[in-house]
């Protein structure tokens, strides 16, 4: 996909976070408009998840987002009902969720961040020291590159559900990007 995208992506996840102040929301949201799903009714869903599960510290928004972002983006596959595709999307989510433990350091919101985000004292301290930007912002603008690319690639090992795939790769499912290539091209 174009590299400009990607970061155009990217930013947006980032603005959605400072936005939203919600990390499952940002990473959802953006995913679901890369994916061209309109229907918002997961990102509303997702509200809760913030701060690893209603601010209880755990499983940090970025990764559940991120998971929930690659099943849509596989649904196809799984809905055609090929043999091995749920085994296939598990194994890319714990290649997700593994890179991002690598990269961050930890999967937890607790960890990842270093506040207690369930108090109001924790929530603040965590705004004005600047962590949703240095930490949070930035570990979702690198985890969105990294789902487009995982949702980009078709499920391994599978036959079918390639048609999706192919009209997203080099458009990050946005019309614009084709015409924004030409223009750069000419």
């Known amino acids: 996909m174009d590299e400009l995208v990607n970061l155009w992506i990217a930013a ?4 959605r976070l ?14 679901s408009g890369y994916l061209g799903l309109r229907d918002r009714t997961a990102v509303r869903a997702v509200y809760p998840l913030e701060g690893g599960g209603v601010s209880e510290g755990s499983t940090c928004g970025v990764v559940t987002g991120g998971c929930l972002a690659m099943a849509m983006g596989h649904l196809a596959e799984r809905l055609e009902g090929e043999v091995g595709a749920a085994e296939s999307l598990y194994r890319r989510m714990r290649s997700y969720t593994e890179w991002f433990e690598e990269r961050h350091g930890s999967t937890l919101c607790r960890e990842r961040c270093g506040s207690d985000l369930g108090s109001p004292a924790g929530f603040a301290s965590f ?7 240095t930490r949070c912002a930035r570990h979702l603008g690198e985890a969105v590159a990294v789902l487009i690319d995982m949702v980009n690639r078709p499920l391994e090992g599978l036959s079918g559900g ?3 795939h192919e009209n997203r790769v080099g458009t990050g ?4 990007a084709a015409v924004m290539r030409g223009i750069r091209e000419s």
């Open 12 to 15: 947006m996840a980032q603005g």
């Open 18 to 31: 400072i936005r939203y102040l919600n990390c499952a929301q940002a990473t959802l949201g953006t995913m």
């Open 127 to 133: 705004l004005l020291t600047g962590k949703v930007l």
């Open 162 to 164: 390639r048609e999706a």
């Open 173 to 176: 499912g946005l019309c614009a």
